[in-house]
DNA sequence: GACGACTTGTTAT
DNA sequence: ATAACAAGTCGTC
């Protein structure tokens, strides 16, 4: 009963926004952030399409004021949670995470595959230590995201 | 350097 | 229980 009522109330609410890449739809970005209010969420939503829009125009955005709930394992948290303060522009490997969080970089891997919002925790920063690794909506995303933080053609 | 085998922690079934 | 992984390391050639 306890643990219902704290359950539905961490739901909360939840912002959606399609993501396209050459005008092809390629993930669906969800958020929260705060309370119940539709007017507060009306409002957030406007605010994160025009960060979205920003981002993908090569601007330099911040995500970490969205607060994301994650539903998640407590260590795919830690790693989730490790990886939003990776800055815009900056890259990490696998076993440097590994390293940090005392465990291995295909547990770091594993983690980062269930993320439920690419771009805002920005798992494309984290690359493997010979190339470039994996990405769940695929690698050429992951490129495409990386030469746009890091102004490559 | 390129390739392969062995190690590895966590999640999914 | 065990298979599947968004990886790393060390060995051989």
Redesign the pocket.
Known sequence: MWQEMIESFSIRWKVYVNVYIRNERVFKVCFSNGPVNEFIQSKVSKILKKDMEKYFEGKKVDFVRYDVILN?????KSVLNYVRKIPYGNVV????I?KI???????????????PV?IVIP??R??????L?????G?WI?RELLKLELNLN
């Open positions: 998640k394992s407590n260590f795919v490997t696998y076993g440097f590994a969080l005392n465990t291995s970089p295909r547990a770091v891997g594993r983690a980062l595959s269930l993320n690419p798992c494309h984290v690359v493997s230590s010979n190339g690794g994996g990405f769940s909506q690698v992951k």
